[in-house]
């Protein structure tokens, strides 16, 4: 199991796999469609997609997390 100490850095690489995945299949799909090259073009598209997204979460999730928490208190 893994320490809890590590939770928010998990949930940020989760996130930003899952929301990477998710965006970048559906953006392909709206973008070239679905045929016999749609798993190429969705894998080099999601290679770049990927770090940035993981990079952009590391970056911007503690001051966002910080401005929610001020919100809702």
Known sequence: MIPK???????????????????????????????DGYIDRFLKAWSVSLPIAIIAALILGPPIKKVVDKVTK
């Open 5 to 35: 100490k590590y939770s928010e850095i998990i949930f940020i690489l989760v996130m930003g796999f899952g929301m990477s995945l998710l965006m970048t299949l559906i953006i392909t799909y709206i973008n070239t469609g679905i045929d």
